[in-house]
T-cell receptor, first 112, second 113 residues
Framework: ETGVTQSPTHLIKTRGQQVTLRCSSQSGHNTVSWYQQALGQGPQFIFQ???????GRGNFPPRFSGLQFPNYSSELNVNALELDDSALYLCASGQGLNEKLFFGSGTQLSVL | GESVGLHLPTLSVQEGDNSIINCAYS??????FIWYKQESGKGPQFIIDIRSNMDKRQGQRVTVLLNKTVKHLSLQIAATQPGDSAVYFC????????????FGKGTMLLVSP
């Protein structure tokens, strides 16, 4: 167990809806990153938050947004859902801007 | 990038064998490399990492080899066990001001008793 928890574990939405996914970081970690993993693929970097500020972003449109809270928990918000957004969304936390990321088990999002 | 869809490369071994999983990485400027293990229904689990100024690093039952000349990374697992069955990803990263990882396509390891 990594100490990173995500909720919900599974979610079904319809195209055009909005979704919020949540992550609780491992104790002592102040960096959180979000990744999208399509079926049969490796995770792809969405963005990273460090001390409540977005600190880096991958090749994802603005309808993917996030927040990090003072207790270092985090949210991933996706607006105007598309069918291709169906994937496993992974949250990973770390202690500072180092390379060791500890992943949660993910939220499986299905967009119908 | 290329997509392998649902058909991951698969390595099938017998329990007790040594396994070698290979990975070709893309960025010659990457500063570090990590191997992750992902079991069904779980997130990636850290196995071992190696910095770009090293060519070999050993852990418990695992060894990572880095060949920067040909941009190749390998993970060796000694005395493979059924519990090692999972998808293995290599990931590369750089100290660019934020810690982002670029993951490879993944290899499925199947260990038969």
């Amino acid at each position: 167990e990594t100490g990173v928890t995500q909720s919900p574990t599974h979610l079904i939405k319809t195209r055009g809806q909005q979704v919020t996914l949540r992550c609780s970081s491992q104790s002592g970690h102040n960096t959180v990153s979000w990744y999208q993993q399509a079926l049969g693929q490796g995770p792809q970097f969405i963005f990273q938050y460090y001390r409540e500020e977005e600190n880096g972003r991958g090749n994802f449109p603005p309808r993917f947004s996030g927040l990090q809270f003072p207790n270092y928990s985090s949210e991933l918000n996706v607006n105007a859902l598309e069918l291709d957004d169906s994937a496993l969304y992974l949250c990973a936390s770390g202690q500072g801007l180092n390379e060791k990321l500890f992943f949660g088990s993910g939220t499986q999002l299905s967009v119908l | 990038g290329e997509s392998v869809g649902l058909h991951l490369p698969t390595l099938s071994v017998q329990e007790g064998d040594n396994s070698i999983i290979n990975c070709a990485y893309s960025n010659s400027a990457s500063d570090y490399f990590i191997w992750y293990k992902q079991e069904s229904g779980k997130g990636p689990q850290f196995i071992i990492d190696i910095r770009s100024n090293m060519d070999k690093r050993q852990g418990q039952r695992v060894t990572v080899l880095l060949n920067k000349t040909v941009k190749h990374l390998s993970l060796q697992i000694a005395a493979t066990q059924p519990g090692d069955s999972a998808v293995y990803f290599c990931a590369e990263g750089s100290y660019s001001g934020y810690s982002t990882l670029t993951f490879g396509k993944g290899t499925m390891l199947l260990v038969s008793p």
